[in-house]
């Protein structure tokens, strides 16, 4: 019969067997926490893809396995670290992985994108992220931090874990941003290989963009700056604020090396204007500071003031540029290489100054010795070149050395005061020059030439005096005889004709002048008849002849017709020779007996 459900009346079974004081705290894989009344343990290690993975039991709220039993008390202070949990077993263990991203610029017409490097550091902790660029100097963009550490959203349901960052060449999208992995650090290389079997590949160059390409440019050795420049008010600020300025470190440097060092040359300038002549001036160049000189030198009775310089001391640019183009702090802007240096002196080169073209005929003995001693030019290099420029004063200085002559005595005596003039034509295809007119008239007893130009109406040429009696260098009598070519002060001039008493002289020193030896002349002739047939001769001789006489240009045409091989002066001389009545013409009767004997 049971006992009533009444005080006193029921019995107490559920007597504790155990006394111990009650607790709240425990430890669970050796992790202590509240209010569990089963603890968890492994029997085997947690595989390394189940370290990473996050539905596994027991972690992140989920429920442990039912069939889980208490750890001895002796064993959870000896947990090993494959049965702790990630944020326990992976604390202050932080992968580094290094990447890129590409940002767009807009505001700079020199770049359309620029390649930003960063760090991406991922915490195996809690699978935390945080993305930290690399400072750039000079960028002009913001740097530092760009993702502060948080789980980083890789997709609608899932976040970035380790396996997506190791990867070389993994590009992983994050806030609308693609980031590229190109390398990892030891650490993280050793970790992935130990822990997961992942074995990252060979590291990707960052690519070089625009902005940087340009930027290594400029720090290279010897490299120049890339054309950008500070105004002339910014430098004149600096300065007053006691900026030490490069240009003037540079300049004084180059002041106390070559100080006093001055190159000196003989330069010529051909004037382009009609009738236009060959002044010669002298250059000085002062290796102190780069400047240069252009210094007039005074010929007597040249009909000019005589101005001390062509040119003022100062920096010669290589480009002239136009009176309306700003000409204020222009120096300070341009580069070295546009202005004139000693490398671009040569002998046998030409400057620019200011438009004018200066050759470059010679130079002094230190010049000399300077270019041999730090350009490696040789002699033949540094040799002076003949110019068209020598005046009275220097033909005198010329006349008074010393050295004995090479004329023969009678040079002074039969060279008189009377001068050879002859007729001349420009021997040049220009359709404008074939009309006019000269007279070259060679003066022989200081070897000087003076042009004189004939009027001819509707010419488009004004005449008179074509050159001013000057002495030409390589010129003596024995070059002028009719028929030559000859170079007179840059223009080619061909003999046409020789007034009478040229004529005259020539035959009466045909030593000097052999076209005008009769006694040759004739010997070359009978020496060209007896080869053809002389009927031909007469015969063709008879269809050029006027009333049975030749004039003397006739006779030159027969000659040449004929093929005889003789010069237009040696032409000229047998017609004067055949010319026995000094009319100017040549009977027909005449010249056959005179072809006969030559035959005989």
Known sequence: MPL?????????????????????????????????VELRTLDQPISPEARFAKERPGYDGIPPDPWTKKIPKHDRRAIPMSRLPPWMAFSNKVLRFHGYFKDSVHERPEETQRVRACTLFYYLE???????EIKDHNSGMKQGLLVKRHQIPAGPDRYYVVQDLARIGAELPIYGKTFRITDADPFTRRFLEATLGLQLGPSEPT???????????????????????????????????????????????????????????????????????????????FRADSTMEVLEIKQPNSGRDAFPALLKRHRMPKAFASSNQAQI?????????????????????????????????????YTRNFYKTHYGLTDDEMRAIPCQTATEEVRRQEVLQDEPSTQPEQHHIVFDASPLRFEAILDTNRPEDHERKFVVTFFKQ????????????????????????TYLPNLDSTKFFVGS????????????????FTLRFMESHSDM????????????????????????????????????????????????????????????TLARKFDLNSKGSIKLQNLEQQLQARRT
């Open 4 to 36: 009533p459900f009444l005080p006193g009346y029921a019995l107490q079974t559920d007597v504790p067997a155990s006394f111990a004081k009650r607790h709240q705290f425990d430890l669970i894989n050796g992790v202590p926490v509240t209010d569990v």
């Open 329 to 365: 702090g222009t120096d300070e802007s341009l580069e070295d290489d546009a202005f004139y240096s000693e490398a671009d002196f040569r002998i046998g080169g030409t400057i620019v100054v200011f438009g004018r073209e200066l050759l470059i005929t010679d130079c002094d003995e």
């Open 126 to 132: 809690d699978d935390s992220i945080h993305i930290q």
């Open 513 to 572: 002048f052999p076209a005008a030896d009769v006694d040759v002349v004739e010997k070359k002739l009978a020496g060209a008849v007896s080869q053809v047939d002389r009927s031909a001769l007469i015969d063709h001789a008879h269809t050029l002849s006027r009333n049975g006489q030749l004039d003397h240009d006739a006779f030159c045409l027969w000659v040449r017709q004929t093929g005889l091989p003789l010069s237009i002066h040696e032409c000229l």
């Open 446 to 469: 200081d070897s000087t030439v003076a042009i004189f130009e004939g009027k001819v109406r509707n010419s488009g040429f004004v005449g008179g005096k074509f050159l001013e009696r």
């Open 207 to 285: 690519p070089l963009d625009d902005f940087h390409a340009r930027q290594q440019a400029a720090a290279a050795p010897g490299a120049k700056p890339d054309g950008r420049h500070a105004s002339d008010v910014t430098k004149f600020v600096e300065a007053q604020q006691g900026k030490p300025m490069k240009s003037t470190l540079r300049r004084t440097r180059q002041f106390l090396e070559h100080d006093r060092q001055v190159l000196r040359f003989w330069v010529t300038w051909r004037d382009p204007a009609l009738y236009g002549e060959a002044r010669p001036f002298i250059v000085h160049y």
């Open 485 to 500: 070519t000859l170079r007179l002060n840059g223009f080619p001039f061909r003999l046409t004709g020789a007034d009478e």
